[in-house]
Each structure stands twice: as C-alpha cells, then as structure tokens.
T-cell receptor, first 114, second 116 residues
Framework: DSGVTQTPKHLITATGQRVTLRCSPR?????VYWYQQSLDQGLQFLIQYYNGEERAKGNILERFSAQQFPDLHSELNLSSLELGDSALYFC?????????????FGNGTRLTVT | AQSVAQPEDQVNVAEGNPLTVKCTYSVSGNPYLFWYVQYPNRGLQFLLKYITGDNLVKGSYGFEAEFNKSQTSFHLKKPSALVSDSALYFC??????????????FGSGTQLTVLP
C-alpha cells in the first residue's frame, strides 16, 4: 500500500459532462502529481502541486484544472469531457519537490466517457 | 529535452532464468534514472533509482539496474525470474540540468511475462 488514496476507483460519464477526481497524498508528502495513462499515449504528466501552489504543468488540456487544498489533498477537474479523455488517471505524491525522492502512486481512477 | 525509450513492448522469460528489461535515455545534462513496476489495476511502484555513484544500483525484490553512460542505457535486471515478477515495467528519466524540466518522463512500458 503506497499510502496514496484516490477516489472514486471508477467513473462512467457522458460526453460534455464534468467530473472531479480526488487524491489524498501519503502522510507527510507535500507534492502531488497528476498523470494520465492511456493505451495510445502512455503515461503523461499533467500537473504538479507543492504545498498548495502549482509547481509544474505538463500536457494538461485547458478543459482540465486542478488544485491542492490546505490539508494537502488534491482534486483534478475534467470538464466538457470527450471520448478521448477516457483513461486511467493517477495521483502520485512525494515528500519534496524537484528532488529525487520516489513518487508514490495511488491505484488510479478509471474514467470512461461514453 | 529529455526522453526515454523502452524498445521492447513485451519480454518473455522462463522462471528461474535471468531477465533483462531494456531502457535507453536522452538528456542534455546528467540523468536521474528510475524504474517503476505496475501490477494489474494498481498504481506504479518504485523499484530503484540512479542518481550518482556506483553504476550498479540494487533495488526492491531482487532487481538491479546498470547505468551505462556511453550507451545511455539503464537496463533492469534480475538473476532469477519469478512468475510473480510478471508485470508492466516503466523506465523514467529526469535531466539534472538546472532549468530543465523537473518532471519525470516515462517510457512506454515493457510487459514482462515470466513463464512457469
């Protein structure tokens, strides 16, 4: 068990809808990362937060947004959903930012857009 | 820019035989290299990392990896494979140069199947 909790495990929704994915990082970790895993594009970095502040942005669409709250949990908001957004969304956490401490991944949220 | 390649989508090996999962990388400066493993319906788990120092890095579950700067490779190895090692393996790299992207870039993954 990595200590990173993601909810929900599965999400099925229709095109055009909006969903929120939630992540609780491992105790003591200040950094939260969001990744998207799909068959055609592999594991893509979306965004990172450190202690409530956005630290780095990757291949995140404008329809997607995230935030990290004072209690360090994070939410990823996906709006105007398209079929191509169907994927596994992972949250990971680490103690610091920009160093080489390992990332600890949650078990992911599987999003299916129909 | 940083990139990583895992040239084999699939590796099959018999139980008890040595295994190798290949990884090559490209960075501007010095690399920080990582291996992660993913079991079905689970998130990635950290196996080992190379930052500096000894080129042979030992990690979890008996895995090790050898950093080869001249060949820009970081192959994952295990002397004797177990059926329970069957999983999806990811290599990842980050460029150590200040100002470069600090995020890990992951390879496309290699599915390892250990046959009983």
């Amino acid at each position: 068990d990595s200590g990173v909790t993601q909810t929900p495990k599965h999400l099925i929704t229709a095109t055009g809808q909006r969903v929120t994915l939630r992540c609780s990082p491992r105790s003591g970790d200040l950094s939260v990362y969001w990744y998207q895993q799909s068959l055609d594009q592999g594991l893509q970095f979306l965004i990172q937060y450190y202690n409530g502040e956005e630290r780095a942005k990757g291949n995140i669409l404008e329809r997607f947004s995230a935030q990290q709250f004072p209690d360090l949990h994070s939410e990823l908001n996906l709006s105007s959903l398209e079929l191509g957004d169907s994927a596994l969304y992972f949250c990971a956490s680490s103690e610091h930012s920009g160093d080489n401490s390992p990332l600890h991944f949650g078990n992911g949220t599987r999003l299916t857009v129909t | 820019a940083q990139s990583v390649a895992q040239p084999e989508d699939q590796v099959n090996v018999a139980e008890g035989n040595p295994l190798t999962v290949k990884c090559t990388y490209s960075v501007s400066g010095n690399p920080y290299l990582f291996w992660y493993v993913q079991y079905p319906n689970r998130g990635l788990q950290f196996l080992l990392k190379y930052i500096t120092g000894d080129n042979l890095v030992k990690g979890s579950y008996g895995f090790e990896a050898e950093f080869n700067k001249s060949q820009t490779s970081f192959h994952l190895k295990k002397p004797s494979a177990l059926v329970s090692d069957s999983a999806l393996y990811f290599c990842a790299v980050r460029d150590a140069i200040s100002g470069s992207a600090r995020q890990l870039t992951f390879g496309s993954g290699t599915q390892l199947t250990v046959l009983p």
